[in-house]
């Protein structure tokens, strides 16, 4: 063998040697000069492969925002939190909804959690809660003004109201916290001073299941998209709690025209254009919205028209129907968004994506024959009517 051969090769064994050294004995070495990170300075190493469900179709009625490639979630975020109210002793629960939810989409996003409750927060619940969480995560109490029954509602018709519901075994009909809470939830928790600070919201309770990956931000989705309300399981509400509502409701619209929105979402709630009411509601346990349509004058007229009724008291007006009327009124159908790529459950009713590719790309551990959307109770038929 030629002489300048043998040092070429002399030369190369040495510098492979000092390699396989320094790659076993410095990490940053070794990653730095490693195969794919070489490839991926390289164009051809550089490819992008298309995301199933990618090419999912958007627009109409109950289709999905596709995924894409987007940017890194972290590139352009939405003035967002993810609000929970719970007491300490749903502590147990409260940690399942937030690590399911932190698993399928927040791990990714990292958005702040807000958590709210009556009474101050327990040292346990904060600490454990906060274990679970990738983000930030803030816990705030109540103003009293916000949540006990104000003094002005006749105690003595409130009662008897409660007794009827107990007579006539109305879930919750006995109660006054759940009534706190309904009335809380329809008018005061976008005023909390922690909350208030924020756009949007995505609302998680104790013990739900998150059943899909979320991969793309919701949040944007709907800022983007001029979206107010996103909701995934519609229903009918008990007649029971609410018989003086929809009038109620109609003497606002009659005295307050100006704040009923051209093209809005009545058909889905009215089956005979706002005479009566055929009990449709979004199931407000999930929801992710805009507070400021929560905050602008027509939703908070009609809130404080019903609140003086004393309705939330003397009957048990809940937060679904309140939400879903304002929603349903005061924005346009097209702002109102069925998120059927969330595969979503809250006792004993599941969400499960059925659209197009939507269940596997979202990697669903649900089953698609057992969703809610089509059953009996279910209003969705109602929803898809208003866009035929």
């Not at 009923?260 to 346990?285: I, P, Q, T």
């Not at 929560?294 to 008291?313: C, I, P």
């Amino acid at each position: 063998m030629h002489t300048a051969a043998r040092y070429l090769i002399l030369v190369l064994v040495v510098v492979f040697a000092l390699h396989s050294i320094l790659s076993f004995t410095h990490e940053g070495y070794g990653e730095a000069t490693s195969l794919s990170k070489i490839a991926s300075k390289i164009p051809w190493g550089n490819k992008e492969y298309p995301i199933p469900g990618a090419d999912i179709a958007v627009g109409g009625p109950v289709s999905s925002p596709t995924t894409g490639t987007a940017a890194s979630p972290l590139e352009r975020r939405a003035n967002a939190t993810i609000l929970m109210l719970a007491r300490n002793s749903d502590v147990d629960s409260a940690i399942r909804s937030v690590r399911e939810l932190e698993d399928k989409f927040n791990s990714k996003f990292q958005y702040p959690w807000t958590f709210l409750n009556e009474e101050p927060f327990s040292d346990e619940f904060k600490t454990r809660v906060s274990n679970v969480i990738s983000g930030p995560v803030e816990f705030g109490l109540i103003p009293r003004e916000h949540w006990y029954q104000p003094e002005w509602v006749d105690e003595a018709k409130a009662t008897a109201g409660r007794d009827k519901m107990v007579q006539d075994n109305i879930i919750y009909g006995g109660s006054v916290s759940y009534r706190n809470m309904c009335r809380f939830n329809s008018g005061f928790f976008f005023r909390h001073p922690i909350v208030e600070r924020y756009r949007w919201y995505w609302r998680v309770e104790p013990d739900v299941h998150f059943h899909c990956d979320t991969s793309y931000d919701p949040f944007l989705y709907m800022e983007d998209n001029n979206k107010v309300y996103g909701f995934t399981i519609t229903m009918y509400e008990y007649h029971a709690t609410i018989p003086s509502l929809w009038d109620t409701v109609k003497k606002f619209t009659a005295e307050n025209p100006q704040y009923v929105v051209e093209g809005n979402a009545m058909n889905y709630m009215s089956d005979d254009g706002g005479k009566s009411y055929n009990l449709c509601h979004f199931w407000s346990n999930f929801e992710i919205a805009d507070m400021d349509f929560w905050r602008s004058e027509a939703y908070m007229k009609y809130f404080e028209y019903l609140d003086q009724t004393g309705g939330f008291y003397y009957e048990r007006w809940g937060d679904a129907p309140v939400h879903s009327i304002g929603a349903a009124l005061f924005a346009k159908k097209e702002q109102i968004h069925f998120f059927d790529d969330i595969g979503y459950e809250h006792n004993p009713y599941t969400h499960c994506p059925k659209g197009a590719g939507l269940w596997k790309h979202g990697h669903c551990s649900c089953n698609p024959e057992r969703s809610f959307d089509y059953d009996g109770y279910s209003c969705m038929r109602q929803w898809d009517r208003i866009w035929q």
